[in-house]
């Protein structure tokens, strides 16, 4: 099968610095794609507990623009808390496709099934990847196996927010970051929750944020999101560079939830905020694919692939995701049925 690995982990970093828009501007022989390459490897068999998945799409998200190339062959890896070494693990978490086979002890879902999942050791932008058969999720039904590799690491941060702040009937809720991938399923979620949602999005959002039942949208670009949001009662923000002017969205007695970075503790104290940065609270991440799931059979939730990538341009995709305003997901295209139901 083919793998994607990451070739020069100098020249991946300068891809993504960079920005597609700038490097597409370099003289052609400086483009070449030097930072990631196609290796074919055997098919990897799934071990008790999991399943082969033929791999139809794969999602891109800030974890991947991490990637590290992987140590030369009998070289020791970067070294783990108890000293040993440890490999880098493969780009690519957010994968959707096909089972192709069953690891010992699986029953719950059977050879030919449509799920998704986020991959705990990477290894998404692959034909074929192993996936703990525990964390899996059926594809919603009338998506295609693009928009499902959209859901994972995104999907179930988002609804995370919202379960956690315990989102209710008529509560204002405002989203900073509303538009992109973990925001704009908080919208939804949120919405779903009967919350009042308040967007924060650059204006070329508004009718993708006006789409998905946002009650009132905020342009951060021409006006004053502490002076336009009025009575909010919780905030979420899926921006890092952000949590200091979230403290100031609110009055005392509030929610502010962070998904990126760190609201700073004694700020919140001194506003008499509750804080809370989202890791794993709650349920678990396989329970809330399952709900998104079931909210996106309902005609409850949605996502939109801003634009697609072949596996074989995958570091531009990781560098378009990085750059820019994004408007929903980056999708790496591995099978030619992606855009597939």
């Known amino acids: 099968m083919q793998i994607l690995i990451v070739e020069d982990e100098q020249r991946m970093a300068d891809l993504l610095q960079r920005g597609l828009t700038a490097w597409e501007k370099l003289p052609a022989e400086e483009r070449k794609p030097g930072a990631v390459k196609i290796e074919t490897v055997p098919v990897p068999q799934p071990a008790a ?35 040993s070494p440890r490999a880098a693990p493969p780009p690519g978490r957010d994968v959707a496709g096909v089972i192709a ?24 932008y692959a034909e074929y990847a192993v996936a703990p058969a525990a964390e899996l999720a059926m594809k919603p039904k009338n998506f295609t196996f693009e928009q499902a590799a959209g859901i994972p690491i995104a999907g179930y941060t988002g609804l995370r927010m919202v379960v956690v702040a315990e989102v209710q009937k008529g509560q204002r809720v405002l989203i900073i970051g509303a ?14 929750a009967g919350g009042h949602v308040i967007a924060v999005a650059s204006s070329r959002h508004h009718d993708y944020l006006q789409s998905l039942g946002a009650n009132e949208i905020i342009d951060y670009d021409r006006q004053n999101v502490a002076e336009t949001a009025k ?8 921006v890092g560079s952000e949590n200091a002017n979230a403290l100031t969205y609110v009055q005392p007695g509030a929610k502010v ?36 799931t079931q909210m996106a059979d309902d005609g409850k939730y949605t996502v939109k692939v801003e634009k697609s990538f072949p596996l074989t341009k ?28």
């Open 257 to 292: 939830l962070d998904a990126a970075g760190q609201v700073d503790e004694k700020a919140c104290a001194a506003a008499h905020l509750s804080c809370i940065h989202i890791q794993r609270q709650g349920l678990s991440n396989a329970e809330l694919l399952k709900r998104l």
């Open 101 to 124: 086979a069953l690891g010992a002890g699986v029953s719950d879902y059977k050879v030919g099934d449509k799920v998704y999942t986020a991959l705990p050791g990477g290894g998404a």
């Open 179 to 192: 538009a992109g991938g973990v925001g704009s399923t908080a919208v939804q979620a949120a919405r779903a």
């Open 49 to 83: 507990g999991q399943v082969l998945l033929r791999v139809y799409a794969a999602g891109t998200n800030p974890v991947d623009w991490a990637v590290r190339a992987a140590p030369p062959a009998g070289a020791a890896g970067p070294a783990t808390a108890a000293g």
């Open 314 to 341: 995958t570091g531009e995709a990781l560098s378009y995701g990085r750059t820019g305003d994004r408007e929903g997901k980056v999708i790496i295209d591995v099978n030619k049925d992606a855009k597939k139901t």
């Open 231 to 238: 009575a909010v009662a919780i905030v979420l923000n899926t």
